[in-house]
């Protein structure tokens, strides 16, 4: 039985508590919390400097959350879970940590629960690593513990849901880190339950989805641009936009518009963040 089916289980097992008052208190609490985490991601964006990524190993093995009660039913479908779930402080990192995985009897679903745990695993591993190698790099170089004080590294793994109806869903990932300086990878999943499959641009817009995508980013670049003539947004010969391909990212809002999301440095300044283009 695997970790979804058991969630499934157990909430079905779960009787309804004498003391749901508390529960309901505990869950408002805890959406106070995912909220002071948005604002973490948000404040994050506008970070001028590149964090350099390196590859390490690190064995962090957090207990799956049991994630059963408060499961979102998003159709007859699907349900998303909140499968891994810990807030702690660990050697200087402050780990913020929410991941998402779908239960539904689908190898789409197989394929995507697996890609997210494996981006994840491998941020988490990246972040330690990031962060012991900025420490011997300190003290290598003259620093003193003393200097080194309270230095401390934040470590986000969070998720939204953009959009969903009975068979559709779409959601971001959300990885970052952020100390000396900051970083921060999403990662969009718009999935077809009924027929098992991703989601894309071309479903959405039409055969001519590439003509409208480029019209929609070009348009917002030029809305970016100030009195004075400066925009964040690189030109296209010194590697800024030229054309959206499949590869493009993008989620679904609510009301079916397609949302371009670009990563960090892409096509723009560190400081632009992420940007995002919605195709109307």
């Not at 909220?35 to 404040?43: E, G, L």
């Not at 969009?188 to 009924?194: E, K, M, Q, W």
């Not at 003539?229 to 397609?258: K, L, M, N, Q, S």
Request: proline share 4%; net charge negative; hydrophobic share 40%.
């Amino acid at each position: 039985m695997n970790e979804f089916k058991q969630a499934r289980a157990d909430y079905e097992a779960t009787p309804i508590p004498e003391e749901l008052d508390g529960r309901v208190r505990e869950g408002i609490r805890q959406g106070k919390a995912n909220c002071r985490r948005r604002q973490w991601r948000q404040s994050a964006i506008g970070a001028a400097a590149c964090l350099a990524v390196l590859v390490g190993a690190l064995n962090l093995s957090p207990a799956v959350a049991a994630a059963a009660e408060g499961v979102p039913v998003l159709g007859g479908l699907f349900r998303v879970l909140t499968v891994r779930d810990f807030h702690k402080a660990e050697d200087g990192i402050h780990y913020d940590v929410s991941v998402p995985g779908i239960e539904a009897e689908s190898d789409l679903v197989q394929r995507v629960n697996d890609v997210v745990r494996e981006k994840v695993d491998a941020h988490l591993a990246r972040a330690r690593q990031d962060w012991d190698d900025y420490k011997e790099a300190f003290f290598a170089t003259g620093g003193t513990q003393e200097e080194w004080g309270d230095r401390t590294m934040d470590v986000i793994v969070d998720y939204e849901v953009k959009s969903r109806t009975d068979s559709r869903v779409s959601f971001v990932v959300t990885l970052g880190e952020g100390w000396v300086s900051s970083m921060e990878e999403r990662y969009c999943y718009n999935l077809d339950l009924a027929e098992d499959r991703d989601i894309t641009l071309a479903d959405l817009l039409g055969g001519n989805w590439v003509e409208r995508c480029n019209e929609a980013v070009r348009a917002g670049i030029d809305a970016s641009v100030d009195e004075e003539g400066f925009t964040f947004f690189f030109p296209p010969e010194e590697g800024g936009f030229t054309t959206v391909d499949e590869t493009t990212a993008f989620y679904i809002r609510e009301d079916g518009v397609p949302v371009l999301v670009f990563p960090e440095y892409s096509i723009a300044a560190g400081a632009a963040g992420s940007p995002e283009f919605a195709v109307e």
